[in-house]
Every structure is written in structure tokens, then in C-alpha cells.
């Protein structure tokens, strides 16, 4: 089982930048496709993009399309999250999750690990 540790969040301006970083425990990092997802205040938890385990496909969600970019380093056992031209309505939770295959997975059910989640307020 994969532990993944987020970092990154923090209290941020309408306009501004922030890169997620998520860290993986297992040196097979390569063998899980990723996903970052986000949970605001009374909603439910939404796929903010994915990513497959070669690194080749994407996905992003179209929210936050044109803004998000979500990458991976093999080599460091960690996923990115760059988020640029941030809004109010981006604040939520930020989770970062592992699933065993080999594309980019959209459905939070098809992730078993999940990380603890890091905070990010845009404010206006």
C-alpha cells in the first residue's frame, strides 16, 4: 500500500500561483496512475485531473482547464499539481490519490489510496 503525502496548499490572492506536490513511499511509484482531487465545504469531493502511470495521458477537468497542469516525476516518487490564475471558487481541500493500471482514471471510486489532504483558500 502506497503512503502519499500532499504538500503545497496554503492562503493564496485571486490571480496567483501554487504548485501541489504529492509524494508516494513506494520506489514503484511508476506502477499507479494518479489523481488529484478536491473537496470544498459541502460538496462533494471532484476530480481536478489525472494522469497515467508512463505520464503520457492527461486529464484535467474542465474548471479549471487552461489554469491546472498536472505532471509527474517517476524518479522522485512524486506528482505535481501547478495551478495558475487561481479563483475563489478553486478553494477546497486538495487530495491526492493512487490507483494500480496503466491510464488516467476520472472516477474517485476507482482509487484505493488516498492522501490526507492539504488546504488551499484563494481569497478575493
Known amino acids: 500500500q502506497v503512503q502519499l503525502v500532499e504538500s503545497g496548499g496554503g492562503l493564496v490572492q485571486a490571480g496567483d500561483s501554487l504548485r501541489l506536490s504529492c509524494a508516494a513511499s513506494?520506489?514503484?511509484?511508476?506502477?499507479?496512475?494518479m489523481g488529484w482531487f478536491r473537496q470544498a465545504p459541502g460538496k462533494e469531493r471532484e476530480i481536478v485531473a489525472a494522469?497515467?502511470?508512463?505520464?503520457?495521458?492527461?486529464y484535467v477537468a474542465d474548471a479549471v482547464k487552461g489554469r491546472f497542469t498536472i505532471s509527474r516525476g517517476n524518479a522522485k516518487n512524486t506528482v505535481y499539481l501547478q495551478m495558475n490564475d487561481l479563483k475563489p471558487e478553486d478553494t477546497a481541500v486538495y487530495y491526492c490519490?493512487?490507483?494500480?493500471?496503466?491510464?488516467?482514471?476520472?472516477?474517485?471510486?476507482?482509487?484505493?489510496?488516498w492522501g490526507q489532504g492539504t488546504q488551499v483558500t484563494v481569497s478575493s
Open positions: 490519490a493512487a490507483t494500480r493500471g496503466s491510464r488516467s482514471y476520472t472516477n474517485l471510486n476507482e482509487y484505493s489510496m
Open positions: 513506494e520506489r514503484t511509484f511508476s506502477n499507479y496512475a
Open positions: 494522469i497515467s502511470r508512463s505520464g503520457d495521458t492527461t
